[in-house]
């Protein structure tokens, strides 16, 4: 069993940053990739950043600059720095990751609950 569990949401004002940190445990063989994803209201969920374990990142336009996503492999965790927030940054943020596990012997993609973050003055 493989669970993903994500902190550091919260309610900023424009400007301000957050850190969201995503630590998975469990019956963990390897972890191929991570990321985060977010989803706002009425809106589809959308991938914000991934990095893979040879620690290559890719991000989405729109946080370009502002975000950095980073990896901790001998902690299985990941986290993401938000810098010069927006409001069009609220949404709920998943962590999600590429598992390949002892007991599976393949890898399957697994969510976090997500962390709600809100920018709003």
């Known amino acids: 069993q493989v669970q993903l569990v994500e902190s550091g949401g919260g309610l900023v004002q424009p400007g301000g940053s957050l850190r969201l940190s995503c630590a998975a445990s469990g019956s963990i063989f390897s972890i191929n990739a991570m990321g985060w994803y977010r989803q706002a209201p009425g809106k589809q969920r959308e991938l914000v950043a991934g990095i893979i374990r040879g620690s290559r990142t890719n991000y989405a336009d729109s946080v370009k600059g502002r975000f950095t996503i980073s990896r901790d492999n001998a902690k299985n965790t990941v986290y993401l720095q938000m810098n010069s927030l927006k409001p069009e940054d609220t949404a709920v943020y998943y962590c999600?990751?590429?598992?390949?596990?002892?007991?599976?012997?393949?890898?399957?993609?697994?969510w976090g609950q997500g962390t709600q973050v809100t920018v709003s003055s």
């Open positions: 999600n990751a590429d598992i390949l596990s002892f007991t599976a012997g393949y890898s399957v993609n697994y």
